[in-house]
């Protein structure tokens, strides 16, 4: 049963213009989702998050947007570098859990200089 | 503190062995998670800690994977007469805990290939 959907193994993006991940999930006790990006050999590396409560959340070039209703999430990149290459995955947790992460698959983000 | 430490980056075993690995949070975070990753899939949870207390084990971690925390501090993953469906990348996490969520941030990951 997977509770974390992203549906997009990969997307292929141009430099300098927007690259945006999609997330969908099904358990409506989710109260906190976040984003991790990750490198090759390497562990996750938290980039951002958002409450259940808010409907977006910006930081520098990352913004989240949060669709409740739809059971929906984006990561939306801008402008795109070629750095940002790297497989990224969407999480999301609740309270009542103990607050563990339940990830989606990833998508692999290829910046295209 | 520059971050969540596991030790050993990489272990090759062979089937059969016992293997142990560990993980040091970041200091003033009392809950430390364990996941395990396998090649194209999101990390999966194993179990995890509030202090020393183990508060929760996935169905996926078998009799043969004990976890503690002693002292609330680090924490040791042991895989007992490991199988080749162990070969993963085993992840270990840390947060805050306080109410509300809060960000839980990773370690390096400990690659094991089981032969």
């Known amino acids: 049963d997977q509770q974390v959907k992203q549906n997009s193994p990969s997307l292929s993006v141009q430099e300098g213009r927007i690259s945006i991940l999609n997330c969908d999930y099904t358990n409506s006790m989710f109260d906190y989702f976040l984003w991790y990006k990750k490198y090759p050999a390497e562990g996750p590396t938290f980039l951002i998050s958002?409450?259940?409560?808010?409907d977006k959340n910006e930081d520098g070039r990352f913004t989240v947007f949060l669709n409740k209703s739809a059971k929906h999430l984006s990561l939306h990149i801008v402008p795109s570098q070629p750095g940002d290459s790297a497989v990224y995955f969407c999480?999301?947790?609740?309270?009542?859990?103990?607050?563990?992460?339940?990830f989606g698959a990833g998508t692999i983000l290829r910046v295209k200089s | 503190d520059t971050g969540v430490s596991q030790n050993p980056r990489h272990k090759i075993t062979k089937r059969g062995q016992n293997v142990t690995f560990r993980c040091d949070p970041i200091?003033?975070?009392?809950?430390l998670y364990w996941y395990r990753q396998t090649l194209g899939q999101g990390p999966e949870f194993l179990t995890y800690?509030?202090?020393?207390?183990?508060?929760?084990k996935s169905r996926l971690l078998s009799d043969r994977f004990s976890a503690e925390r002693p002292k609330g501090s680090f924490s040791t993953l042991e895989i007992q007469r490991t199988e080749q469906g162990d070969s993963a990348m085993y992840l270990c996490?840390?947060?805050?805990?306080?109410?509300?969520?809060?960000?839980?941030?990773f370690g390096q990951g400990t690659r094991l290939t089981v032969v």
């Open positions: 800690f509030q202090n020393e207390a183990q508060l929760e």
């Open positions: 200091s003033e975070h009392n809950r």
């Open positions: 958002i409450s259940s409560i808010k």
């Open positions: 999480a999301a947790s609740a309270k009542e859990y103990g607050n563990k992460l339940v």
């Open positions: 996490a840390s947060s805050l805990g306080r109410l509300g969520n809060t960000e839980a941030f």
